[in-house]
């Protein structure tokens, strides 16, 4: 079974500083690892994911994570954040066994709060 | 592009009444999962199906039952509505196989029950 932990219920910064939201994640066997973004009253949308080679990988609306295998973790990284990115950010995993379907295990959420 | 639709958007109920949430894959996608997500919580995963067929289980309740037809819309069937079921619903669709990690989701259905 996998797990995962996000360290940060909150985290408050200022427009145009750069934020890292930390996720770290516990499995027995191979995983694909995810960042999803729920903006208020919407869906979740994905950020980014990553699946193998490269562990650094980018996604959409300039942010990009780091796998780090030795410390199982999976944090998101942005240089330079806006009001707009205010939202909740949910770190996800899933087996990399290749069943029919492959549920996600989501963390508790990260709200990302951009002050001005 | 097309995408995840659900309907309807939001639903209110009573105790002990019935509802039922449906969801409409993006076109091609044979693969459907179905999300909880409570107050303040993390989406839980309740249950799967990929061509037509259960494929994976969560923390689904009894009282709620689900299928997927045969143009791969699914229906999300909740009995005996308890407050605690009062959620927000997401809907996901992917390829089926080794593509069933691109999971695209639902605006959701937010369900109250009073």
């Known amino acids: 079974a996998q797990s995962v932990t996000q360290l940060d219920s909150q985290v408050p910064v200022f427009e145009e500083a750069p934020v890292e939201l930390r996720c770290n994640y516990s499995?027995?066997?191979?995983?694909?690892l995810f960042w999803y973004v729920q903006y208020p009253n919407q869906g979740l949308q994905l950020l980014l994911k990553?699946?193998?080679?490269?562990?650094l990988v980018k996604g959409i609306n300039g942010f990009e994570a780091e796998f780090n295998k030795s410390q199982t973790s999976f944090h998101l990284r942005k240089p330079s954040v806006h009001i707009s990115d205010t939202a909740e950010y949910f770190c996800?995993?899933?087996?990399?066994?290749?069943?029919?379907?492959?549920?996600?295990?989501f963390g508790t959420g990260t709200l990302l709060a951009v002050q001005p | 592009a097309a995408g995840v639709i659900q309907s309807p958007r939001h639903l209110i109920k009573e105790k002990r009444e019935t509802a039922t949430l449906k969801c409409y894959p993006i076109?091609?996608?044979?693969?459907v999962y179905w999300y909880q997500q409570g107050p303040g919580q993390d989406p839980q995963f309740l249950i799967s199906?990929?061509?037509?067929?259960?494929?994976d289980k969560g923390s689904i309740p009894d009282r709620f039952s689900a299928q997927q037809f045969s143009d791969y819309h699914s229906e999300l069937n909740m009995s005996s509505l308890e407050l605690g079921d009062s959620a927000l619903y997401f809907c996901?669709?992917?390829?089926?196989?080794?593509?069933?990690?691109?999971?695209?989701f639902g605006p959701g259905t937010r369900l109250t029950v009073t």
């Open positions: 996901a669709s992917s390829l089926g196989g080794q593509w069933a990690y691109e999971q695209y």
């Open positions: 499995s027995s066997v191979s995983v694909y």
């Open positions: 990553y699946l193998s080679g490269s562990t």
């Open positions: 996800a995993v899933s087996d990399t066994l290749g069943g029919a379907t492959n549920k996600l295990i």
């Open positions: 076109p091609r996608h044979d693969t």
């Open positions: 199906f990929y061509e037509k067929m259960q494929s």
